[in-house]
């Protein structure tokens, strides 16, 4: 008996996708519930799993190629296990799963089996002979960059060597670069600097590290802090947690903020639901969880949904000074940079302290310059001293 792989129902506004990569072949047995085809929309990508055990008799629909919702793109004919086949893998936690997937130290591997995967599609590509690659990962292994490092030293000896790669955008990508142009398009931008004596975060941070990680399992970061004082600059700021409906002007007595992770298909911002209820083991527990699963692709569509205001960390990138651009229909985004110890003056005496740059971007139609400075100056003074926030001062 065949069975149809159809694109599943994937959100109320999602009608179209872009097929992704096969996780199977025709022709090859695959096990009910195992991930069979990868599926991308403009807000996240999804796995098909095989609805029973069988075999991928037809695939009707290529990677790159676009699929309505409900559309057939194959066909699976049911069948038992062939013997001698491997039991299917259990799943694995999007954490374990990143694990698994990085290159481990260790003895040394074959000639094969010291190739990695990346490398190898490169070498089959180029023509290049395993004997001909030095390796410079663990172990001797052979990484995607060896190849490439290898095959560009030899064109440039056998004289010109000039190509190109015409790879469609994905659903994610096209989408970032509409709404990029909408934000410009369509609201004022303005943004306002400020930056922050980190000295008493990371204090707090050194003295409560190893009870935090004890007692709650996740490591105290800066992005608690941060979200906390965002909130608490909301609460007296609120048209910066304010949007336009229309010719309304819509406050919200709630604080869903989007916190940007990079994800293996692009950045995603996905969204802590009523912050103002969160603690800091509650906040530091779920932007953990959100990392591990973008960069396995795994976070949903309605995670993505929403979001009264949004912050960024270009910091971990190495980013000293940005201008974030606001996520519409949000009024402000704040931009976290990198940490660097500086000079300043503090009363008469030049002292080294650690500084952070901050950024707020904003739009102009809903707020107004003052109200941007001084919540932004707000958001500074907490995080120097962080205990106003618990005296409401």
Do not use: C
């Amino acid at each position: 008996m065949s069975v149809e792989i159809k694109v599943p129902s994937v959100g109320e506004s999602i009608s179209e996708v872009q097929i992704g990569a096969w996780h199977a072949e025709e022709g090859k047995w695959v096990a009910q519930d195992s991930e069979i085809v990868e599926l991308e929309t403009d807000k996240a990508t999804f796995d098909v799993p095989a609805p029973l055990d069988g075999i991928i008799i037809e695939i009707l629909k290529k990677q790159g190629e676009t699929a309505a919702v409900g559309e057939v793109i194959g066909y699976l004919e049911e069948a038992e296990r062939p013997a001698g086949t491997a039991e299917p893998a259990p799943a694995k936690s999007p954490a374990k799963a990143a694990a698994a997937a990085a290159p481990t130290s260790g003895k040394s591997a074959g000639a094969g089996d010291r190739i990695m995967p990346a490398a190898a599609r490169v070498m089959a590509e180029k023509g290049l002979k395993p004997a001909d690659v030095k390796g410079s990962g663990p172990g001797g292994r052979v990484l995607k960059e060896d190849a490439l490092a290898h095959q560009a030293s030899a064109s440039s000896e056998n004289g010109a060597f000039r190509e190109e790669e015409i790879v469609p955008m994905s659903p994610i990508r096209k989408k970032i670069a509409e709404r990029l142009v909408e934000a410009q398009s369509n609201a004022a931008l303005l943004t306002t600097f400020n930056e922050v004596d980190m000295s008493a975060v990371m204090e707090l941070r050194a003295q409560y590290k190893d009870l935090f990680l004890k007692k709650y399992d996740v490591k105290l970061g800066f992005m608690s802090f941060f979200v906390k004082a965002v909130v608490d600059g909301l609460n007296q700021f609120p048209q910066i947690n304010a949007e336009i409906r229309g010719t309304n002007l819509v406050f919200k007595n709630y604080y869903d903020i989007g916190i940007a992770v990079g994800g293996g298909k692009g950045l995603v911002v996905p969204i802590l639901r009523n912050a103002e209820r969160l603690s800091f083991a509650d906040i530091e527990l779920k932007i953990n969880d959100f990392g591990q699963r973008a960069q396995v692709n795994k976070i949903s569509l309605e995670e993505l949904q929403g979001g009264t205001f949004t912050i960024t960390n270009g910091g971990v990138y190495g980013s000293l000074l940005s201008t974030p651009i606001v996520n519409p229909p949000q009024s402000g985004v704040l931009g976290m940079h990198g940490i660097q110890e500086r000079p300043v003056a503090i009363k008469g005496q030049v002292v080294i302290r650690p500084m952070m740059y901050i950024a707020l971007t904003y739009d102009h139609r809903v707020v107004d310059g003052k109200e941007a400075v001084v919540f932004l100056k707000r958001v500074k003074e907490v995080l120097e001293e962080p205990s106003r926030m618990l005296m409401e001062v």
